[in-house]
């Protein structure tokens, strides 16, 4: 039996439940940030109720089922899982002929299209030349748009024949094409050069081909052969940076850009087109080659195939040669003409068919490297035929040929929604359309900046042209107009469009029907912001002022409304928590809105409804909006608020939005369940013994924390918060550390007068920071959970939150304080329900005070909105609504202090405890997104650490901040810089800005370019062609002192932190960064690429770039990322069955979600990797090792394909990776994946970080079971060291470091120093669990076992210095580590447990829990049990599991 629950105190001195996190991983951790997340499980399943409930946790009731605000049930998760099955219609094999080849079985499903099998066909290796054929059952051609149920008399075993058809022009480019894209198969140059969404992978280089098959070859463990040095530059301590082994050198390019070439030239001949008359004998193109023998040939494509004609390069006689080897395919003439060809392509086509596909199949956004080595530059015709022409996609296959962006991306959003298969069909267009406008929009944002594509108003000045290209409408990020003046100029025109992609992110999320949003696309290129958007039918025929039938033009001035667009954004009021509000137009009438004023609404010709403009979406941040006459939150004051900002577009990111109305509905409940106690108290004043109680249960506030109410019964945007963040420990819901409480108490006593002042005060800390989490946990779109559900009650899931340590509901959990709850709950429930006319006035009184003091913008249930037009300069509201305004101006000032004293506490707490653990710039800005603090607050939460008593243990997190904070700067002035730069001097003036940045050269001089003297002249004249203009050679002049003081101005101004240095040297010395970190940091946020050799950053010489080092620039782009919500729903139940314990039920949920993201997503998407991680944990658990295995590959190869190859998560997949290696027997591989992750995190953040003490300590356990015992010691004292000093020196942690260290000395059979790791690790125990505990008792042991070895020994030596050579020694035992002995220390560090246990164990261990549980509500402080308990030792996911 493998119950979840049973077995955490075995393993665990308390029931922390930080043991068991399987569900901490959120699929696509990098995205959770940017797009709240519909999560259509409604069923709550937070980790803190999934904890304690392995016997028969609730099952999902038919509310799970309610999808994404469509509002139709679908009979739970039962039915859900049937609709599943009738996608999965059991497959079936057909038998295949293909010309020339051996038939053979294909497996095919009835869903897919004929068309898939002959993709299948084209990418088979004997099959791959063939491009232009029909597939014909018994002599009737099939529809390559059928599905293959529909297809009379096709089933098991029928017989499908390839046949050859006649060519067409566009079928013959097609195949040229197609030949083009074999032939470059194996080349990564488009990869570098970031195209077609290919991507860089670099695990094949370590595994050697494909871990499966080797699993089998390289099994029995022979050590002898295992190479186990590392390099120099992996070792502890090492000071060297190299960049080259970023990208080690793949085997299979060396062999293709050389030996395995196949043809020197293909091209198009400058014969075509074929002319009349030869077009009337079939003549399609004319293609030009030279193969590798030199032989230059002229061929011909024709309706009947290629053939070679007697052209040469100067004379046309397109009459065939003899023999004119006509073939059907180009593969076949090839081979017949050049014995080289036809040798090197079939090598390189089993090459092809080796790799695993993950490394070929397109990502759904581009990737970009920021290195890359010196490419050749080779002859293509079909790369350069694309340059000239604006293919994008698949247009070359579409009738029309340019794509209507804007019809496809509002016609996908109105397919139906009603079941399982129309979802799954509706999201994957959804999906898919937005992948190509991306490509598209960036594509073209990137033409408009190089000066490709004419303005639609070529008479204006630059910065304010506009452009359409591919039916896309583009906009540069500058004040046109003076539109923006009173907003702040260029700064606001800069933050607005990404303020509005946020805006079309989160009404994209709500999914009302009826309401449309523009595709919007937001790139960064050369210096230059680019707005890309979809265009409304009909916008462009007239004016602005014509058109908008809702909202404002002129930011308040004139403002207009609409009945119908009132009635669509009501619906989006609930979940965006937008307050419906009136303000006053240019006549002083009263207009209704609910949005913002600039929010437009514009009909298009297609008769449907848009809203634009989405900037102020969310409310302003009023921490940076001085407002006159208005005084913020003590609290925030105190901090130095308001500060004056670039813009007044600053605005309270959605993640704090849902954080704070979540933290008020806590407030609610309580404040509710306060009074009602007291009510409780008075009438029965004679059980005086209650009073006493009353106050003391108040203080273990046991609240429905996945709860937030504020939808009512119609409201079907159900979701839950599951309090997971999105890397870490299940639950999360502990109050910050004490010396935040007595702030946090401050804070809440404001909003807490209504009720009695005493209990609020005491518990209100709790409050504070319960659910601080909330908005980082799983992406979900609106906290809404309706409190009056219609369908089955909410259970309301207590968790006890007291002394920073989360309790685990258990059966007893009837005490008065959760009655109290509930009955407010009920109240509250019943008041929405009814007209609150059959309820006694004193309840309803409880429920109007504890709507009043938490700001409820109704006064019978908890509803708490934003009004955000609040602040606006411009907007007037009429004199009725002052009250409401009031009301609205302290929400505000509420949120911006919650900001201050609960989110970045809460984050700073996290990434003490480890539940967030940044690695690099961009993890950072995520782990501050999901809490709702934006970057601007970065210098705040520096200055916040720095004050911390615990500062030690967040150096890495502050060192992290403030390399994020100065690259973010750099980028900032190299914006600015590069606007001033011309095309032809790019190269040298971001290699001139990177000296300045980071090279200790102290006089950088920018190399001029040499042709500069000579086109002045003609420069002048062109000039005003480049956006920007002005003197192109101002940027020659930054100096590295100057640039530096910009910085340090820059860090002042922008995030008002002081920094003290005056050039890169000073910043490495004093923060103790890497340069080679702030390189890759700036590379990433610029998009610039470098060329990857080593630079000598520190000679004070020579400058460390030339312009030859910058070999491209790249755009950056932000777009919308629609997500799959079923396969999210799926993904997140089978994370709770896990974390239940069910490890069957959840791995088939599991399973399930992986195969419906694959339905939306395709093969590749973050949301895969991380379901991919899942599944093999799970399986490794379960001991199917080597899917495990195969699994843990794909996630690896995905990670790196879609989020770069040394991405703080990549290095993560290559761990886990090796430690199933390693239990698959493939150690040499676990060792070179474990030292690839070590040198990856070398790079990316240092070896100062807690990660790398894990990564070290398994690296040390696999060198000492391949018995290299001393570098073995070199990697776990180092990770001794860092546990010592990030997780303290008394924790659990470290006693296990000693205790492996001691292994180690053991084995060298040095006891002295082995026993004195072991008594401090005994020492650990004996302190923090007592003597009692097993772990103490297993310690206490093996110092037994020690110390008779280190006596043995010394007997031994006294023996041989008294009788010399006749002495008689004892066969000492030097134990050389079992592997099973190393992989279950290797599975305890990375926080999986095995446990065997017996029926009666179980029973015993129920017992001890519920004594545990009672022990804890009666107060007496298990403190000293929960300091550390052993099984966190992997913060990411710990599991622990027992097999019978």
Request: with cysteine; net charge negative.
């Amino acid at each position: 039996m493998v119950s979840k629950t049973d077995d955490i105190p075995v393993s665990v001195p308390n029931c922390n439940v930080n043991t068991v996190d399987l569900a901490g991983e959120t699929p696509d951790r990098k995205e959770t940030t940017k797009a709240p997340h519909k999560d259509p499980c409604a069923c709550g399943h937070s980790a803190d109720t999934a904890v304690m409930n392995g016997g028969g946790a609730h099952d999902h009731s038919e509310e799970e089922s309610k999808q994404n605000g469509g509002g139709d049930t679908d009979g739970g998760e039962d039915s859900n899982e049937q609709e599943v099955i009738v996608i999965q219609d059991t497959g079936f094999t057909v038998k295949i002929q293909a010309p020339g080849a051996e038939p053979f079985d294909l497996q095919v499903s009835p869903q897919e299209m004929v068309q898939e099998i002959h993709q299948v066909l084209m990418d088979r290796e004997d099959t791959c030349h063939r491009t232009c054929f029909s597939l014909q059952l018994d002599g009737n051609v099939l529809d390559n748009f059928a599905e293959l149920k529909s297809i009379e008399g096709l089933q098991e075993g029928s017989l499908l024949k390839v046949v050859e058809e006649p060519y067409t022009v566009r079928e013959a480019r097609i195949h040229v094409r197609h030949i083009r894209d074999l032939l470059k198969s194996l080349d990564p140059s488009d990869a570098y050069n970031g195209v077609d969404c290919n991507s860089l992978s670099f695990l094949s280089v370590f595994t050697d081909g494909d871990l499966g098959d080797s699993g089998k070859r390289k099994k029995g463990s022979d050590l002898e052969q295992i190479d186990c040095t590392p390099p120099e530059h992996i070792l502890p301590g090492s000071k060297e940076r190299p960049l080259l082994p970023l990208q080690p050198q793949n085997k299979d390019w060396k062999v293709i850009m050389m030996p395995m070439q196949c043809l020197k030239v293909l091209t198009m001949s400058g014969w075509n087109p074929p002319p009349g008359n030869r077009k009337m004998h079939g003549d399609l193109m004319y293609l030009y080659m030279v193969t590798v023998e030199e032989r230059h040939i002229s061929i011909t494509a024709s309706t009947r195939g290629f053939y070679l004609n007697q052209s040469t390069t100067y004379t046309f006689n397109p009459k065939p040669a003899n023999p004119s080897f006509l073939s059907h395919s180009l593969v076949e003439l090839l081979s017949q003409i050049s014995p080289a060809f036809k040798k090197n392509f079939t090598a390189l086509q089993k090459k092809r068919v080796q790799r695993h596909p993950f490394e070929r199949i397109a990502t759904p956004f581009q990737v970009y490297s920021w290195t890359a080595p010196q490419v050749d530059h080779t002859m293509d015709c079909v790369r350069a035929e694309d340059a000239y022409t604006s293919r994008l996609g698949y247009e070359e296959h579409i009738p029309g040929q340019t794509r209507d962006w804007n019809e496809e991306l509002q016609t996908t959003r109105e397919l139906a929604r009603k079941n399982l298969p129309e979802r799954l069909l509706r999201e994957r267009a959804i999906f898919k359309v937005h992948s190509d406008f991306a490509a598209a929009a960036t594509r073209g944002s990137v033409a408009v900046i190089d000066g490709n594509v004419m303005a639609i108003n070529p008479g204006e000045e630059t910065r304010m042209q506009m452009f359409i290209w591919n039916n896309i409408f583009f906009s540069l990020g500058f004040d046109v107009r003076d539109h923006y003046r009173e907003l702040g100029g260029d700064a606001a025109a800069h933050a607005a469009p990404t303020n509005d992609l946020n805006g079309v992110r989160a009404y994209g999320a709500v999914d009302v029907e009826g309401l449309y949003t523009l595709g919007t696309v937001v790139v960064d290129y050369r210096g230059y912001r680019v707005t890309a958007q979809s265009i409304i039918p009909g916008i462009l025929e007239r004016e602005q002022e014509q058109s908008v039938i809702y909202g404002s033009i002129d930011f308040g001035k004139t403002v207009v409304s609409h009945g119908k667009y009132l009635e669509l954004l009501e619906k989006t009021s609930r979940p965006l928590k937008v307050q419906r509000h009136d303000v006053l137009n240019e006549k002083d009438e009263s207009v209704e809105l609910c949005s913002s004023v600039e929010c437009k609404g514009i009909i298009g010709n297609d008769g449907r409804h848009y809203i634009l403009d989405l900037l102020r979406t969310f409310p302003p941040d009023l921490n940076f909006l001085p407002v006159e006459g208005e005084e913020l939150s003590p609290e925030s004051v105190r901090q130095g608020f308001p500060r004056q900002h670039r813009h007044r577009l600053a605005c309270l990111r959605q993640e704090l939005i849902e954080a704070f109305v979540e933290h008020r509905y806590l407030l609610f409940m309580k404040m509710a369940a306060l009074q009602l106690m007291q009510q409780k108290a008075n009438k029965e004043s004679k059980m005086a013994a209650l009073t006493e109680n009353s106050s003391t249960e108040a203080d273990i506030p046991a609240l429905p924390s996945t709860e937030t109410p504020d939808a009512s019964a119609e409201s079907s945007e159900t979701s839950t918060e599951t309090l997971t963040d999105g890397k870490s420990d299940a639950v999360q819901t502990e109050t910050t550390s004490t010396s935040d409480a007595p702030r946090a108490a401050a804070t809440e006593a404001t909003t807490t007068e209504a009720a009695p002042k005493a209990e609020p005060t005491t518990d209100s800390p709790s409050a504070a920071t319960t659910t601080t989490n909330a908005s980082q946990a799983t992406p979900t779109e609106d906290n809404v959970i309706p409190m009056v559900t219609t369908n089955g009650p909410l259970l309301p899931i207590a968790t006890a939150i007291q002394n920073g340590e989360c309790e685990s509901p258990l059966e007893g959990k009837a005490e008065d304080s959760i009655l109290g709850l509930a009955q407010a709950k009920e109240l509250a429930e019943s008041l929405a329900a009814e007209d609150g006319s059959g309820i006694d006035p004193k309840s309803r009184e409880v429920v109007l005070n504890a709507c009043k003091a938490v700001g409820s913008i109704s006064n019978t249930s908890f509803d708490i909105r934003f009004n955000p037009d609040i602040f606006s300069p411009g907007v007037r509201f009429p004199e009725d609504s002052a009250d409401d305004i009031q009301k609205q101006k302290q929400l505000l000032k509420d949120a911006a202090a919650f900001l201050m004293s609960c989110q970045i506490p809460s984050l700073v707490k996290d990434c003490l405890d480890h539940s967030a653990l940044p690695m690099d710039g961009a993890t950072l800005t995520e782990a501050l997104h999901q809490r709702g603090i934006n970057i601007r607050y970065l210098g705040n939460v520096l200055e916040f650490v720095d004050k911390t008593p615990a500062k030690a243990q967040l150096e890495h997190f502050y060192r992290i901040g403030i390399s994020e904070l100065i690259t973010r700067c750099a980028k900032h002035i190299f914006k600015t810089y590069l606007q001033g730069v011309e095309l032809s001097a790019l190269s040298a003036a971001v290699s001139h800005f990177l000296n300045c940045f980071l090279s200790s050269f102290p006089d950088a001089v920018a190399h001029l370019p040499a042709d500069e003297l000579v086109s002045r002249r003609k420069n002048r004249k062109r000039r005003n062609r480049v956006p920007g203009g002005g003197d192109n050679t101002a940027w020659a002049s930054l100096t590295p002192s100057e640039l530096w003081k910009n910085i340090v101005s820059e860090a002042q101004s922008y995030y008002h932190f002081t920094l003290y240095c005056e050039n890169a040297d000073q910043v490495v010395e004093k923060y103790g960064l890497q340069k080679i970190t702030l390189l890759r940091e700036i590379s990433i946020k610029a998009g610039i690429q470098i060329l990857i050799k080593e630079y000598n950053f520190d000679s004070r010489h020579k400058p460390a770039f030339t312009e030859e080092d910058i070999l491209n620039i790249f755009p950056v782009v932000k777009h919308v990322n629609p997500k799959a919500s079923d396969a999210f729903h799926f993904f997140q139940s089978g994370q709770a069955k896990v974390q239940q314990g069910y490890l069957k039920e959840g791995c088939e949920l599991i399973n399930e979600a992986l195969n419906l993201f694959n339905n939306v997503y395709g093969a590749m998407h973050v949301e895969i990797c991380a379901c991919l991680r899942l599944l093999s944990r799970l399986n490794y658990i379960m001991g199917d090792h080597h899917e495990a295995l195969s699994n843990q590959q794909k996630a690896v190869l995905m990670s790196e394909r879609v989020l770069g190859i040394e991405h703080p998560n990549t290095i993560q997949e290559y761990m886990h990776l090796a430690l199933y290696c390693f239990a698959n027997g493939q150690l040499s591989t676990a060792l070179k994946l474990l030292y690839r992750a070590r040198y990856l995190m070398l790079m990316v953040c240092g070896e100062d970080h807690p990660e790398m003490a894990l990564l070290d300590s398994n690296i040390g356990l696999v060198l000492h079971g391949v018995m290299e015992y001393d570098l073995s010691l070199r990697f776990l004292e180092n990770a001794l060291a860092l546990n010592s000093k990030y997780h303290l020196p008394r924790s659990l942690k470290v006693a296990l470091s000693h205790h492996l260290v001691a292994r180690v000395y053991e084995s060298k059979a040095d006891f002295r120093s082995a026993l004195q790791h072991e008594k401090e690790g005994y020492t650990i125990y004996k302190n923090q669990v007592g003597e009692a505990h097993e772990k103490t008792k297993e310690s206490s042991e093996y110092l037994k076992y020690l110390t008779q070895q280190a006596v043995a020994l010394q007997r031994t030596m006294n023996e041989i210095y008294k009788n010399g050579s006749n002495a008689s020694i004892m066969p000492l035992k030097f134990t050389a580590p079992s592997m099973a002995s190393v992989l279950e220390q290797l599975n305890i560090i990375n926080g999986i447990i095995f446990i065997p246990l017996s029926q009666k164990d179980l029973e015993n261990l129920k017992a001890e829990v519920q004594r545990r549980q009672l022990l804890q509500e009666s107060g007496k402080s298990m403190e000293e049990l929960t300091v550390d308990s052993p099984l966190e030792l992997e913060d990411k996911i710990s599991m622990d599991v027992n097999v019978d």
